[in-house]
């Protein structure tokens, strides 16, 4: 029977325009209708009606299991409702309708959320997936407009099993309603999985976006620590190799108030799985105004200092935070801090950070909804920044 297998869920949020996608259990057709969230103003209630007012559809008789289809003519910063509507001659299936908001404009508040290691961590999470359902449900609790995955979001991504186990079906409710960005992991295994589930700019392992005054940069670390793609044989990151071109060539073009990039293995954290060869990246970093670096791999939440030069400077460096997200694992922390290190907690959690023109706020809250560490940005107008 025709059902719908993963999903819907939601990729490429923008200003005017939206990525729908879904897997269906065999080929069928795909449409995707887009309804006005219009308010019930009755006493002090002001809640959403049943969608019924339709301002947009899009579809594609084609028949395919993976379906995406990309909406545009949208308002910004609006919610609305969809229904995503799948049919073949044996049948036909629907899901929603679900809410939705478009990207904010340029200098407008927006909030995002950050996880990793969803993939059970290979085989320590003994919960049998109740952690990832847990953390994904706080998440949906704070309502971001926008979440970002920092990798091993599986155990094995070549297992087509796994992207629902680990993924699809613990974030259902999250993934309905929160467009999406993740990036390769080494259990992803740079697995085709990853390139057909998700819609992002080619070549997908790496991309940019912006959203509100933030720009976004995607990274594969997994990429840059294969010895075979160092175009030097000093086993340096550095010119000539095509994502380290990229990543200079973007963050040069980079106009938003904010930058913020994100890759799977840490250049700092107190713990195993530091991955140091990646600090070569840090000088690119630093010349290109990058703010904040999301990392994982080390199954922990970790926040530097903010650090420039290979030392902590607290007038203009970069912080760079381990959100290890669904993983805890205590052992896998130093028995002391390294000096890099200003806070560390082994506790399943995911990352909030609310954007508001020239201050950026990070909360990390574990997996129960506790507020364990927060740091407030702020950028002046020439750039100099204040952490708190
Ligand atoms: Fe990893």
Redesign the pocket.
Known sequence: MLSIVKGPYLQRPAETGMTFMWETSEPASSRVNVFAAERIHSGHQGNYKTPERLVRTAGSDDDRTIHRIDMDGLEPATAYFYTVISENARGKTESGPHPFKTAVRKGEPFCFAVTSETGGYSGFDQTNGIINRNLFGQMQNYRPDLALFI??MVNDGRQYDDWSAYLFNPGRGLLWNTPFYSCL???ECNASWYYDFFAYDPPKNYYSFDYGDVHFVCLDSTDFVKREHYPNAAGTICEGNPQYDFLVRDLQAASAKWNIVYF?YPPYVSGG?QVEDLRQLCPVLERHGVDLVFN??TIVYERSHPLRDGRVDMENGIVYVVAGGAGAMPDWLLPKREWHTSQSLAVPHFVQVSVVSDRLELRAIDVEGRLFDTLQIRKAADGGKTFR
Do not use: I, L
Request: proline share 0%; no cysteine.
């Open positions: 990798g091993d992991g080494n259990h799977h799985y994982s791999h």
